[in-house]
């Protein structure tokens, strides 16, 4: 371990990256040089709807344990959080592993020893069960395992770190709960979901259209009618990558708004049926406390208008020159006429509407503009 100096830095370090998420990867970094690790990585449990954080050594291991599969049934996680009744507590391999194991046991011998890893220390940062969030620093057979006075001297900072995790994450459910108050002051009705789907929060529209063709089951936004419960299964599936589930990879593209038919009552007219949005939850994906990954917008098209620049800001990440145009053409102008009222040059329109394009899942004029006449409900 460095100094009792550079251990007070690096609690400073974690503080400051809790404000600043893209700051994780320089701390994990910084944190396995600390206490004298090759690496240093934070992984969820297995019920956390949080991603996972490594440092640059570790990226090949991470690759490789994701794609393999090892990950998902981490026999460190699995045994670890029951042997840590302390949530103050270092955990190391010997601890959980037999030396045989250490040797023999498929994630050890397959995987772990496998990128030129052997050793390990833990903590929780967030202690909650199968919903915590870990910290690990991981050893090459050449650095040796922890030591009885490593392990103490790490204990003493571990309430630190924790205090830095619970900062974390309420900093990142208050960027995630302005969202929904943007919604609310543009007039609309928006959910939140973890990255397995689930309903984390909704504002108060949203509340309000429950029980009009679609309801919160389990957790799950559920359309009762049951061709738009498959597209709208689609439509979450395709917003999170295409692969529902909390480590999932990139991005896919951006289905079609799904058509909700409200029930009808006897005798009644059919009213029109709600359009429900998806997007991923902008600035989500480089802050790993960030359980929102995705937002879903209903919207009631008898109340629809060419929505507002905001939202489209907000739901798609659009620049405000590409929102003006956006709207514009929502209005119904063409790109000459969009080009003409907003003093830009045509070539400049066609680039920015390409932008557009690219942000909202859209390939032509003709699509945007059903796309906005859906998602219309501005302030």
Not at 213 to 219: A, K, N, P, S
Request: net charge neutral; charged share 20%; proline share 8%.
């Amino acid at each position: 371990m460095e100094s009792e100096d550079a251990v007070s830095g690096l609690i400073d370090r974690f503080y400051e990256a809790a404000l600043h998420p893209e700051l994780w990867r320089e701390t994990l970094e910084a944190c396995a040089r600390v206490f004298g690790a090759e690496g240093a990585l934070m992984l969820p449990g297995p019920d956390a709807p949080l991603e996972l954080a490594c440092s640059p050594f570790l990226d090949a291991a991470i690759a490789d344990g994701l794609g393999r599969g090892w990950l998902a049934h981490n026999p460190r996680v699995l045994r670890g959080i029951p042997a840590m009744r302390d949530p103050a507590r270092v955990l190391t391999e010997q601890h959980i592993f037999s030396p045989r194991e250490l040797d023999h046991l498929p994630f050890n011998a397959e995987y772990v020893n496998a990128h030129g890893l052997r050793h390990f220390a833990g903590c929780y940062l967030v202690p909650a069960g199968g919903r915590s969030l870990m910290l690990s620093l991981e050893r090459a057979p050449r650095s040796g395992a922890f030591t009885p006075a490593e392990v103490e001297a790490m204990e003493r900072v571990v309430p630190h770190l924790q205090r830095a995790g619970r900062l974390a994450l309420r900093i990142a459910e208050a960027r995630a709960g302005s969202t929904l108050e943007a919604f609310d002051l543009l007039r609309c009705a928006g959910l939140l979901l973890d990255g397995a789907g689930a309903v984390l929060r909704m504002n108060g529209r949203a509340a309000a259209l429950m029980g009009a063709g679609l309801t919160v089951l389990q957790g799950a936004l559920i359309a009762q009618h049951g061709p738009s419960n498959a597209a709208l299964g689609r439509l979450i599936g395709s917003v999170l990558g295409g692969a529902v589930g909390p480590r999932r990879g990139s991005l896919g593209p951006v289905c079609r708004p799904v058509a909700v038919p409200r029930p009808v009552a006897p005798g009644a007219l059919p009213a029109a049926p709600l359009l429900v949005h998806a997007a991923p939850l902008p600035g989500a994906a480089g802050d790993l406390f960030q359980q929102a990954r995705a937002v879903l917008l209903i919207v009631d098209p008898a109340e629809a208008h060419p929505p507002a620049e905001g939202l489209l800001r907000e739901l798609y990440g659009l620049t405000a020159a590409e929102g003006r145009l956006a709207r514009m053409l929502g209005d119904g102008r063409d790109l000459g006429e969009a080009a003409v009222a907003l003093g830009v040059a045509v070539s400049t329109a066609r680039t920015q509407l390409k932008a557009v394009f690219a942000k909202t899942g859209t390939r032509r004029q003709a699509q945007l503009a059903v796309l906005l006449a859906g998602l219309g409900r501005g302030p």
